[in-house]
């Protein structure tokens, strides 16, 4: 079955920066973008980018330009979001998650919580 | 930005009862709506798709139905189950997601 498993979670000090992974299995990694999402203290979500693994195209919030890096590794299925410059405003969960049909997401890793604190 | 404004922002509703959740986007997005559910501690579930298609494995008693700027999310009958966070999602543009709705049992 369709997984996507997400790195753990992340103590980072101000200024820093920070790289987290989701390693998808259950599927055709490179037939599918892969979006990545924030989620800040339990409230709504804002979409970051995305990242077509065939080929390492990537489209972006505005917000998050310069912000945020999209990779993929496909030798091991697994694609990575480093976050830049970090603030407490970053502080948040952060879910991979698979574009069905475009921007539905059908399938979430368990979220990576981030929180930046000196 | 396309602006999602989801109502009502919590709702309390009886076993049984039938719930709507009502989305309004700030232009036309042309059926482009997604509808998660999320439980407290875990990651948002795909629910509907399209507006109006239900995703594979969703309970028929949630429906989905709209258009233009104005759409909702039915729950019929509700269940114990039920009880999440709800959000909905436009991607006619680049995706952006309502402020959720959070649903608890009377």
């Known amino acids: 079955q369709v997984k996507l498993l997400q790195s753990g979670a992340a103590l980072v000090k101000p200024g820093a920066s920070v790289k987290m992974s989701c390693k998808a299995s259950?599927?055709?990694?490179?037939?599918?973008?892969v979006s990545w999402v924030k989620q800040s203290h339990g409230k709504s979500l804002e979409w970051i980018g995305e990242?077509?693994?065939?080929?390492?195209?990537?489209n972006f919030n505005e917000k998050f330009k310069g912000k945020a890096t999209l990779t993929v590794d496909k030798s091991t299925s697994t694609a990575y979001m480093e976050l830049s410059r970090l603030t407490s405003e970053d502080s948040a969960i952060y879910y991979c998650?698979?574009?069905?049909?475009?921007?539905?997401?059908?399938?979430w890793g368990q979220g990576v919580m981030v929180t930046v604190s000196s | 930005d396309i602006q999602m404004t989801q109502s009502p922002a919590s709702l309390s509703a009886s076993l049984g009862e039938t719930v709507t959740i009502e989305c309004r986007a700030s232009?036309?997005?042309?059926?482009?709506l997604a509808w998660y559910q999320q439980k407290p501690g875990k990651s948002p579930q795909l629910l509907i798709y399209?507006?109006?298609s239900l995703h594979t494995g969703v309970p028929s008693r949630f429906s989905g139905s709209g258009s233009g700027t104005q759409y909702s999310l039915k729950i019929n009958s509700l269940q114990s189950e039920d009880v999440a966070s709800y959000f909905c999602?436009?991607?006619?543009?680049?995706?952006?997601f309502g402020g959720g709705t959070k649903l608890e049992l009377k």
């Open positions: 998650t698979r574009g069905y049909y475009g921007y539905n997401f059908d399938y």
């Open positions: 259950g599927y055709t990694f490179t037939d599918y973008w």
């Open positions: 990242i077509y693994p065939n080929s390492g195209a990537t």
């Open positions: 232009e036309d997005i042309y059926n482009g």
């Open positions: 399209n507006a109006n």
């Open positions: 999602q436009q991607y006619y543009n680049y995706p952006t």
